[in-house]
């Protein structure tokens, strides 16, 4: 298994396979639907402040991801969003997502002057949680009804921060 930034057109559109197969067949984990990325512009450049990490197979199949972003106003370049996180099922309980989530922040911290990271997830993602949690992330906040799943389904989020 290889981790490694994605920025290449070819790695650019298996993202998206991959993560149109996640909030389709997961979604009750994403807040985002397949319509939210319908022309996207990729949302991450190759830089220590903005970069989408992909875990390759040994068969060169995309397995998992994770995007990391920082604040772009002044006065919150102190912090950094971890977002869209995900890890195939075929490669669940392998320890990928643990390590998708150490690479992300250590490629962060090589940027000058990172206090925190910050990240969301539905408050009943257990599993993420734990790993969160065992990471050093602590949850600061829980949204009752913060995300419309359907007309009648309301689920709750937690945010979470990891002080560097």
Do not use: C, W
């Not at 390590?99 to 925190?116: F, P, S």
Request: glycine residues 8%.
């Amino acid at each position: 298994m290889e981790i490694r930034v994605i920025k290449d057109e070819d790695d650019i559109k298996t993202y998206y396979q991959l993560l149109h197969k996640a909030i389709t067949e997961e979604a009750q984990f994403f807040r985002l639907t397949p319509t939210d990325i319908i022309g996207e512009v990729f949302p991450t450049e190759d830089t220590f402040e903005s970069f989408t990490l992909g875990a390759f197979a040994e068969n060169g199949d995309l397995i998992g991801t994770v995007g990391f972003k920082r604040e772009s106003f002044l006065k919150l370049r102190h912090k950094g969003l971890i977002f869209r996180m995900y890890v195939a099922p075929e490669a669940k309980g392998l320890g990928l997502g643990r390590k998708l989530l150490q690479a992300a922040i250590e490629r962060a911290r090589q940027g000058e002057g990172l206090k925190q990271i910050v990240l969301t997830l539905i408050a009943d993602n257990h599993r993420a949680k734990n790993l969160y949690l065992s990471e050093g992330f602590e949850v600061f906040s829980f949204e009752k009804q913060a995300i419309r799943m359907s007309e009648e389904l309301f689920v709750d989020e937690n945010a979470m921060v990891k002080y560097i």
